[in-house]
């Protein structure tokens, strides 16, 4: 009570946080008389006076009032926009590194220009991070004008783009790209073995578009790097077949019994929540004898440990035959599956369900079955924007997840007033006994609205949903265009055009759609539309004028029928998709509506909702067709949505955990891979992990301690002639007295140094530094993908400890610390045994030519835990060449004492035989310098 009466008398926290940035707007609004005197040239000089101020000692808070004034008069006179006060406030918010909520329609992208300028000032580079390729290839234009005339260059970062081209432009001075690419960036960064070839420069400070989007529901699950695996084509169909069989038993069993099967019984039991589904000990033995009739386990016991990837891919493919739907989870498009995003309903091609879930969804739909991935990078998202020295963020729904923000991101959350106040109406929900009789009424409210003129926006949270309500709507005569995965080519345009007079524009889950809807129609894309074959001249610029009368002329009947009515056809799971949905209505200061319609079969409710709801709902005798409305009944709502938010807010966390983990150990593999791409020489790290290879070899036969007759004499020989090559007397040295292992390692230590002196010798030093640094560098990666791969199935099953009461994290610390000291000991072991093993031979130098790109390596962003991808852009969409073979040294090694001579340059590079090759001819390897070998 004191709270709310405190609250009235002197404002919120944020109120007066905001208040406070008056001082420094005031010092920017005074500012502004003295630039519009300014000439073009006297503007654009402004960039190169903050430079001398900043080498001068001044920082960047010094110069903000000047640097964003100066921006303010750019924008007016390049586009014609000038910068709201409360945009003023935005922009300081997010050069305080914060996040700054503000409203659809508020201008943020024009907002996000003021603090990206004042930060690309000091040429360090400024990221620009948005949630699909349109909007970053839109912004990068369209805001590039602005930077262009003050002097500052701008990049854009999208998929499929060639190496040279994203190294210039990371090298901008502001680079737009989504926050998948300058994630996967960064990993294929760390993949390469030459810094020259690196794209990415030092982090220094990001702007997250649609933060709440990119930081929340993105970042539940990690960006993957894979490659491929063996094929298992036929292993899917097989166990394909046995499943859909279950599933047929398991209706027939339900249809018997009048309904679903108690808890336990039955062949399998499914959780809608968490999407997991599982046999039951019936289920078990029944799979256990089809699969031994199939031939398709080796034991007649379907634990036994040779069985472990037929029950791996059996689970799968029982969770692609349930729990898997077509139209809504994926689509089958080209012989294809391609994955649906929930959160934005866009097609996602070439992203891929991990851990052969992909291939269970592809031997289901009778598709090309692709082979599986083995992971060979990966980070969270959390843990890759947590590397930038500052970090911001905007949207126009954060406020509900401020509290995760600050926990993981420590990212305060800053509401931002309107420019106007917001005249839309929000109206309490319509709640309906089932499906149908909601799409009906939601039908017969569309056609009302319809035929008086207002623009109806329809919200749903599937295509089946959109296909479904375009069914009755087609029944009442009403023209509606449907904006889904199946036709997100034309997304903007049909946005764009969705506040006219009576359209009606059904959408696949409006969030990160980015463009706005301007009542009576987008000026812009109607002159692209339909001039776009006119040739420049009177005619054009009469036929312009024409179509801005008629968008002036519709958007007075728009705003005379209410503005744009905003439905959703359900409840989302987050209440932040809700209302980015119902801000698309009542955009700067226009009147709107919105209204949302429910029902008892809506997933939220049917899976999340109390059970008294339903009770309570059914004992009303509510009448088919009829709607009800209350407080209670939202607030009801909002309650399962709260408990779905804090549940995956609750996964999100654990990802991070386990992720921090594996975090640690890539921040040492990474810095250690860029202190020998940086170093002339590495002789000093490979004598170390010699001396240390010895001492283990030493001390594994002969342990502190023990006595000479408990040696593992014959080991150690053994040991010494594999790792070292070395004919070591230990048979010699054991017959004198007084034998101790440092004995022993002393005389090894010195024996191999005159094997590899001798060994130097041959070569000239150049190309023998080459030949280290080459080899560090490849088993490094080699070692450090083949722990990735250890640490995936390890992630896999640690759960399991929960039933000895463990906690599975501490678990999971304890074996991935021990599982990364010994993935330490086997490579320096391996390092010293390729260096004194390997035969080497002076090879001529290959021709000069340009940078070779990595192989195209499938990227995905999936969860570890369900195999769910979360990734909305595509590239990658095939994996190609193997890992680690972008560079080869010009010596070349074997392990054997000769070598076939081949007149190949690029042999040993690990280049695919169907990849282009890296001559740049534009042919396949195999059929150009491949065809030699």
């Given at each position: ?12 926290s944020?109120d ?13 609004n005074?500012?502004?008389?003295q ?25 960047l ?14 924008a ?29 329609g ?19 580079g ?26 500052l ?37 760390n ?42 084509s ?43 589904i599982?046999?039951t000990?019936e ?24 069985n ?46 991990s ?6 969804v ?36 954060a ?9 993981i991101?420590?990212l305060?959350v ?54 479904l ?15 889904n ?9 049909i ?69 744009l ?32 319609y ?7 409710l ?15 005798n ?79 036969a ?26 070591a ?32 010798a ?34 896999q099953?640690?759960?399991l ?42 090879a ?27 990734s ?32 190949d ?29």
């Open positions: 009570m004191w709270q709310a009466i405190a609250k009235t008398i002197f404002g919120s944020n007066r946080y905001v208040k406070s940035l008056d001082k420094t707007v005031a010092r920017i005074a500012l502004e008389e630039l519009v005197d300014f000439s073009d040239e006297e503007l654009k000089a402004q960039t190169l006076k903050f430079r001398k101020k900043l080498e001068e000692g001044q920082t808070d010094d110069i903000l009032p000047e640097a964003f004034a100066t921006v303010r008069e750019a007016k006179r390049v586009m014609g926009m000038r910068h709201y006060d409360v945009q003023m406030v935005g922009g300081i918010v997010l050069h305080r590194g914060e996040i700054a909520e503000m409203k659809t508020e201008g943020k992208t024009l907002v996000a220009t003021l603090a990206t300028y004042l930060n690309a000032i000091e040429g360090k400024v990221h620009v991070v948005t949630v699909n390729d349109y909007l970053a290839r839109r912004d990068a234009e369209w805001m590039g004008q602005l930077y262009g005339f003050l002097g260059t701008t990049g854009v970062i999208i998929p499929n783009l060639p190496e040279a081209a994203r190294r210039q432009a990371y090298a901008c001075d502001i680079t737009y790209g989504t926050n998948n690419e300058f994630g996967f960036d960064y990993l294929r960064d993949m390469k073995q030459e810094r020259r070839q690196m794209v990415q420069r030092p982090f220094n400070f990001a702007i997250v578009d649609e933060v709440d989007s990119i930081l929340i529901d993105e970042a539940r699950t990690p960006l993957i790097i894979s490659g491929p695996t063996e094929d298992k036929e292993l899917y169909i097989a166990l394909d077949a046995q499943i859909k069989q279950l599933v047929k038993d398991q209706a027939a069993l339900e249809k018997a019994n009048g309904g679903p099967m108690p808890e336990g019984e039955g062949y399998f039991t499914k959780d809608e929540k968490s999407r997991n599982q046999l000990e289920g078990f033995e029944e799979m256990e004898q089809r699969l031994l009739a199939a031939g398709l386990i080796e034991t007649d016991n379907l634990y036994d440990v040779e472990t990837l037929v029950v791996h891919h059996m689970d799968q493919a029982l969770r692609a035959v349930v729990m898997f739907k077509k139209d809504t989870d994926y689509i089958v498009k080209h012989d294809k599956v391609i994955i649906i995003d929930e959160f934005t309903g866009r097609m996602m091609d070439g992203r891929r369900w851990n052969g879930l992909h291939q269970a592809e031997a289901k739909e009778g598709v090309e079955i692709q082979p599986e991935n083995q992971t060979m990078a990966s980070i969270t998202f959390q843990n890759y924007f947590r590397m930038y020295p500052k970090l911001s963020g905007m949207t126009g729904t406020a509900t997840e401020a509290s995760e923000f600050w926990d991101y420590k305060n800053v509401e931002i007033p309107t420019n106007v106040p917001v005249a839309r109406v929000d109206e309490e929900d319509e709640f309906y006994k089932n499906t149908m009789d909601k799409f009906a009424a939601i039908a017969k409210a569309i056609k009302e609205k319809n035929e008086i003129g207002q623009p109806v926006l329809v919200g749903t949270v599937s295509i089946e949903k959109s296909e309500l375009s069914k009755f709507l087609d029944k009442e005569g009403v023209a509606h265009s449907v904006l995965a199946r036709m997100h080519e034309q997304e903007a345009r946005v764009a055009q969705a506040g006219r007079p009576g359209a009606v524009t059904i959408a696949t889950n409006m969030a990160g759609r980015g463009t706005d809807i301007q009542l009576g129609g987008n000026v812009e894309f109607r002159i692209d539309d339909e001039l776009a074959e006119m040739e420049d001249g009177p005619a054009k610029e009469a036929a312009i004028a024409k179509i801005k009368a008629e968008v002036a002329e519709e958007k007075a009947k728009v705003l005379a029928a209410g503005g009515f905003v439905l959703g056809t359900e409840r989302h799971e987050s209440r932040r998709i809700d209302n980015q949905l119902r801000g698309r209505s009542g955009r700067q200061g226009d009147p709107g509506l919105s209204r949302f429910l029902c008892l079969e809506d997933d939220l049917r899976i999340f909702g109390p059970d008294t709801l339903f009770a309570k709902m059914m004992n009303a509510l009448e088919d067709g009829e709607a009800i409305g209350s407080k209670w009944l939202s607030k009801a709502i909002e309650t399962a949505q709260k408990k779905v938010e804090a549940r995956n807010y609750e996964m999100r966390k654990q990802v991070v955990q386990f992720d921090d983990v594996m975090n640690d150990q890539r921040k040492v593999v990474y810095e250690q891979r860029s202190e020998i791409m940086d170093s002339e020489r590495v002789d000093d790290v490979v004598d170390e992990m010699r001396r240390d290879a010895i001492n283990a070899i030493v001390t594994g002969c342990p502190p301690g023990s006595y000479p007759e408990q040696w593992d004499v014959a080991g150690l020989k053994e040991k010494v002639t594999d790792t070292l090559g070395l004919d007397p230990i048979d010699a040295w054991m017959e004198e007295e007084q034998i101790e292992p440092d004995i022993f390692e002393e005389r090894l230590q010195e024996m191999s140094e005159e094997k590899l002196a001798a060994k130097i041959e070569l000239p030093e150049d190309t023998w530094r080459r030949v280290e640094k080459s080899i560090l560098l490849e088993r490094l990666d080699y070692h450090w993908k083949e722990h990735l791969a250890t640490l995936d199935a390890l992630r099953v640690v759960f400890r929960a039933y000895a009461q463990k906690q599975p994290i501490n678990e999971y610390k304890q074996e991935a610390f021990g599982l990364f000291e010994t993935m330490l000991e086997t490579l320096r072991e391996d390092v010293t045994k390729v260096l004194l093993t390997a035969q080497f031979r002076a001529a130098p290959p021709p000069p030519r340009p940078l070779p790109d990595l192989p195209q390596f499938l990227t995905g962003h999936i969860d570890p835990l369900t195999g769910e991808d979360n909305n852009d595509g590239d990658g969409s095939e994996a190609m060449a193997p890992l680690f073979g972008t560079l080869a040294p010009s010596p070349v090694a074997s392990t054997g004492s000769g070598g076939a001579q081949t007149n340059p690029y042999a040993g590079m690990g280049v695919s035989r169907n990849a282009p090759c890296p001559c740049g001819s534009g042919s396949k390897y195999k059929h150009c310098h491949g065809a030699q070998s």
